[in-house]
């Protein structure tokens, strides 16, 4: 848990509800504070398994994966590869498209290229989002109304990478699924007080409101699981995973993001998902940490 990234402190209170559950449930769990000493750290804890409770870089982009590789020692959730694919938003998108999933209208700006912006903005037209390629937590992620808004979210969004994304806005109901194993577990909906769902929308107490399950339709509900376990699939996810969605009002369900190393907390998305189909928080994380070891 904690690590480098912009979520650490989100990682810290995943990594200690996880780190709860699991002593709860008979497990001797210890903590790691993910720092460039991890694998001296993970050495002399001599964990027989790792529950990963990381979010972004270097905890949910296969890098921490390939050091628990290396030295041989089962972890939760995605490997390396589908970790990295699930963290770049710029590869998935390709991914998703290839399986026929729907992307909304997207273009990527190259560092060294920031003269396309107006360009594609020009395309895309407003509302529109700007966002890094390679975040979490909408760290970064800005809305976009007017010219006045798009220079500040340019250099907001490339202080993260030396890609960032431009998106249309796609107007609708922000819709989640969760997956565990390989089902989808359901669908949450997300209202956020906020113009989207920012960093303050999603930890900040009562800035959003969520709704289980989903208010849609039943055949909705439906094709929106069966989309999410496609994706989750096409990334070649294990584990769990959330999937992200806005559902426009012509019931299409556009695709935003894979998320392999979901908000963990008791009160985050995909435990409350799981709590809604009657899996208890701890006995997701015993779940998840099974899955892991085959067992
Ligand atoms: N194209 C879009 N249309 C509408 N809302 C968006 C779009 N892209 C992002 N958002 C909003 O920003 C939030 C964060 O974007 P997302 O791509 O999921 O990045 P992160 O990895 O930071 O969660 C979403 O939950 C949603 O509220
Ligand atoms: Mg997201």
Known sequence: MGGLSSEREV?????????????????????????????EKIHDSRIEAAFIALHGKYGEDGAIQGVLEVMGIPYTGSGILASALGMN????????RSQGLIVGPYDVIYEGKR????????QISFPAVIKPHAEGSSVGVSL?????????????????????????FIQGKEVQVGILGDRALG??????KRAFYDYTAKYEKGMSDHFFPARISDA????????????HQAIGCRGYSRVDFIID???????????????MTATSLLPEIAKGVGIPFPDL???????????
């Open 249 to 263: 009002e012509s019931d299409t369900a556009y695709i935003l993001e894979v998320n392999t190393l979901p908000g």
């Open 144 to 168: 976009i109304l007017k010219k006045e808004d798009v220079e500040p979210a340019v250099e907001l969004a490339f202080e993260y990478g030396s890609e960032i994304l431009i998106e249309k």
């Open 220 to 231: 909705v509900y439906k094709r929106t699981l069966e989309a999410g376990l496609v994706a």
């Open 187 to 192: 669908a949450i909906e997300i209202v956020s």
């Open 285 to 295: 994380v015993e779940e998840i940490l099974r899955l892991a070891l085959g067992c």
């Open 89 to 96: 938003k710029t590869v998935s998108k390709l991914i998703f």
């Open 115 to 122: 003269d396309r912006v107006s360009g594609v903005l020009d």
């Open 11 to 39: 990682s810290l209170a995943s990594g200690k509800a996880i780190q709860k559950a699991l002593l709860e449930k008979g497990y001797h769990a210890v903590s790691i504070d993910v720092g460039k000493d991890v694998a």
